[in-house]
């Protein structure tokens, strides 16, 4: 293969979550659905992939790029995160909310409900997030 050429490497049949409904029971019948399969989203199939294609260490990959449906899934970044010396480039949504640098946090503590306790939270709470739109917009300027 060269740097030109691409091929799919694997694949898993999505199946809405619909389909596990009680309205659906004749469909799963007529299409030999087997009882033991269940709804997985996107994601989820999408890191079972990506797994399976990184501990078959057969076709070296550095890059995993994904859309916004990928970008927003803890599951999908926590899997793509694990596979050493992979880097991602995820689509998210415009709101996202993000910081430029990293913000200052302080630790409280409290008792609520007869227990000690503790929660993060901005040092200096005044400041707020930029979403990914306006810090592209800012990027312009």
Partial sequence: ???HEYALVDKRLFIPEKW??????????????PAEIGFQ????LATEMLTALSQEDVLPFK?????????????FISAVKALPGKTYFVSVPKDTQCWLKRP??????????GKE?????????????LTVEDLARNMND
């Fill in 104 to 113: 200052m946090t302080i630790t409280k503590e409290c008792r609520w409900g």
């Fill in 63 to 75: 890059y995993v790029l994904a859309d916004s449906l990928y970008g927003v899934s803890p599951e």
């Fill in 117 to 129: 306790r503790r929660k993060r939270v901005l040092a200096a709470p005044d400041t707020k997030p």
């Fill in 20 to 33: 596990f409904g009680d309205d659906y029971v004749e469909r799963r019948t007529k299409f030999n659905l």
């Fill in 1 to 3: 293969m060269s740097e």
């Fill in 41 to 44: 989203s996107k994601p989820k």
